[in-house]
């Protein structure tokens, strides 16, 4: 059943600056034309005789203030209850200074023609500052394009991190697990990586066994890492290697070499799905990928290296994997993009005879303003990677946004750790968890391609590029 609404609009009008402000602003602004062209999704379908809120995204322009600016923010439609249908959107300036609009239509019954296409609303800067006033209105001639965008949105029951972060090997042969987590230390600089397995040899004589590393990247130096075990497996239904190292909902504990750890960490964010659910839960796939909590925080303590890092806060996610073993070649990254926006990326290329020779498959997820893109199990058809180091990238579109990301792994930030696979075969994974970022993210309006949001992180990226051998 749909449980949720989307559509575009668009409304134009005027604005003007207010007198409250300086004289000088009044005489850059000058004021003038307004309009903002949006796509409104809502987790509801809209109700007569209650309240939606929804997300918009889109562009707008203000004579003075902003050309096809990207803007973000939400939509609150109730007609009935409070009778009115509120608009708040975010945008930057040409001058780099963030501005807001906030309006709505006051829905009168016996005026409803006028109302409910009228939209005041005021323009605010920084401070709260009120920047000015504007009055936009629907156009009866866009009525048709409005009708015909509107679609009906399902959305999935969210899934409980617990459950995915449980054990999945059953004691077959030819299987790799992995729990890992990525985070950084805010504070320092510091990026860590975390990274447990379950290996079960493709050989029936072959016992399976777990064991795992840990790597820290300084701000000011080489990185340093350490191997444990392999041990044995131990009981119950998460991850423990021996008597030292466990990964378990919340927690991870252990010691490898001179390195220590004790960390608990916790997510409020729904489970971050970079391949299709369906890949997981049955095993569709030689392997997949998920992320239990694509934004955690971290807290505890690492001694390494003689230094001790107190952590409280360090953001970062922690993930799984789960299939035959590695792939022939891939790339991974993890980015937190500040304020709940997270994107994941896995590239890889399958190890099966024939699928080895293909070019790699990116499966790619971007939670921004609290959505899921692309939401289509194969859109990762649409999108293009290529591999190299240091610098590797994927672009791609889905329906009306396109994706450019621009990853750069400086060797001096970067550890090369050896794989092995359960049939034996190995891997060279090539990893800094102080990598560099570029994404920007496109939307389609009125025939051209514009800027709806980038992002730039410095130093605090995770990715990888895995090769053979």
Known sequence: MPTGMLFKEAMSGTWQPTTTGTETDSARLGGGLIRFDVVAETTELVRPFGTVSGRLSGTLSAAGLADQAPAIG????????????????????GDGTSYRFDGWKSIEWIHALSTWT????????????????????FAWKDAPSLMASVRMRRSRPTRDAVELAGRRWDGR????????????DAASGTGFWLHHEIVAPSGPASPAFAH???????????????????????????????????AEPGLRTGRAGSIRWDLRFEDRSAPLFTFPAAAWDRELLPAAQIVPSPTAEYRGSIV???QAYELAGARGASARIYGHGNAERWAWLHADLGGGDVLEVVAATSRRRGLDRLRPLPFVRLRFAGQDWPAAPMAALRFRARLALPTWTVTGRWRDRR???????????????GYTDPDGASATCTNS???????????????????????????????????RP
């Open 212 to 246: 795992g590393w840990i790597a820290v990247f300084p701000p000011d130096g080489r990185p340093v890492w350490e191997r444990f075990g392999p041990s044995t497996i131990g009981a119950g239904p998460w991850f423990s290697a021996g008597d030292e190292v466990r």
């Open 433 to 467: 968890e102080r990598a560099d970022a570029h994404v920007v993210l496109e939307r389609r309006s009125e025939g051209a391609w514009v800027l709806e949001h980038e992002w730039s992180l410095d130093g605090t990226a995770h990715a990888e590029v895995g090769t």
């Open 173 to 184: 042969a030819g299987r790799l697990e992995v729990w890992y987590d990525t985070f950084t």
């Open 118 to 137: 009228t939209l005041p609303g005021t323009i605010t800067g920084p401070d709260n500052r009120t920047v000015g006033t504007a009055t936009l209105r």
């Open 403 to 417: 994706l450019r990301v621009t990853v750069t792994q400086p060797d001096e930030r970067c550890v090369r750790l």
């Open 304 to 306: 390494a290296d003689g």
């Open 74 to 93: 939400t939509i609150e439609v109730s007609p009935i209850e409070h009778r009115r249908i509120r608009y708040t959107l975010d945008f930057p300036g």
